[in-house]
């Protein structure tokens, strides 16, 4: 970045690093000793139209001499006044918090299917809801999936040209699904009946035992359920890492890749060939594919941050021009090195 010295720079990674207190080192060495101005922002992906909570830690930086500081993004700060919360056993419910005025206009927006503003995981797949646990194929014709039943879905199927890839489904052992279906929406392994906590229910053994004869600690963060009226939690790069909230199944890398906001049309696909392959990971080509979307920065959250930054950068462009004597009234786009973007 020394070297080809973009306008403007961003780069994100897991807000951890502002816990680890090295986040002002990090700041200071992205200004390469002044050369830059750069602001860090901690945002969630729900906070701008993205079905999920996901928090990422963005820098954002300009290059001193364009005289401004970096942007601050706000979103709509929904993650801030509504949660899903636990009332007690087997019963959830979404709270408002903080400004009451605020929090109850942010509820109305995310019961609205036609606004798109706050997504709820619901109003990102339902339409797919007619998956089935154990399905084979990867691709569907457009007109099998039931109608878009929101502003998000239509949104999502914008240029799918009549297809819908990443559709297959894991399969899912007996247990799993008696488990599943003691579970409520939002629900988790704290609502299972003791019974159900044991580590094999109908004799069928599968996995790793334990000593105790029950539910081990790995197993808890398994048995998680979405919740169709407020956005998913932070998914991983595993398939049980969310189970849906209407049927006792995992979700299709096309569901996980709606939470994340990757459109249909965008397909994650791995090498065909079997066995063990240069760079390939374990678990074979269906977890390669989840661990594609579970690793990725949701497109929605890139987008806002892209767009402001590129005004500050389409504005500086603009006002040189002027200066030169040149015409600016066709927007000129910014080349790669004018913008840098740091993963």
């Keep these: 970045m020394g070297q080809i010295k973009p306008l403007a720079f961003v780069m994100e990674n897991v807000p951890g690093m502002a816990q680890m207190g090295v986040l002002e080192q990090v700041k200071e060495d992205l200004e390469l000793d002044g050369a830059y101005s750069v602001q860090p922002n901690l945002l969630d992906a729900a906070d701008f139209g993205v079905p999920q909570t996901r928090k990422r ?17 706000k979103g709509t700060e929904a993650t801030l006044h509504l949660a899903l919360v636990r009332q007690e056993k087997g019963k959830y419910a979404i709270e408002t918090r ?47 999936a039931r109608e878009a039943e929101s502003a998000y879905q239509r949104l999502m199927r914008k240029h799918s040209e009549g297809s819908i890839w990443n559709v297959s489904v894991p399969r899912i052992n007996s247990d799993t699904v008696t488990r599943l279906k003691g579970i409520p929406a939002g629900g988790n392994h704290r609502d299972l009946t003791e019974a ?75 090498d065909p060939r079997r066995g063990n392959l240069p760079g390939r990971i374990d678990g074979g080509q269906a977890h390669s594919r989840y661990r594609q979307v579970g690793n990725a920065v ?46």
């Design 298 to 343: 949701p497109p929605l959250l890139a987008e806002a941050i892209a767009r402001q930054v590129h005004e500050l950068v389409r504005c500086h462009l603009e006002q040189d021009e002027q200066k030169l004597g040149r015409p600016t009234s066709g927007r000129r786009t910014a080349s790669p090195i004018e913008v840098g973007v740091i993963h």
């Design 196 to 270: 159900l906590t044991a580590r094999y229910i109908s004799g069928e053994r599968w996995g790793p035992s334990t000593d105790s004869g029950r539910l081990g600690r790995a197993h808890f963060s398994a048995y998680r359920r979405l919740h169709s009226g407020i956005w998913a939690w932070t998914l991983n790069t595993k398939a049980d890492s969310a189970y849906h909230y209407g049927m006792p199944r995992a979700l299709s890398v096309r569901e996980f890749a709606r939470l994340q906001s990757f459109p249909d049309h965008f397909v994650f696909s791995t």
């Design 57 to 73: 830690l963005v820098f954002v930086g300009l290059r001193s001499d364009l005289g401004k500081p970096p942007p601050l993004f």
């Design 98 to 144: 903080r400004d009451k005025a605020r929090a109850e206009t942010l509820l109305k927006s995310l019961e609205d299917p036609d606004n798109s503003t706050v997504v709820s995981a619901g109003q990102a797949i339902s339409d797919l809801r007619n998956l089935k646990a154990g399905r084979r194929e990867e691709s569907m014709p457009l007109s099998e």
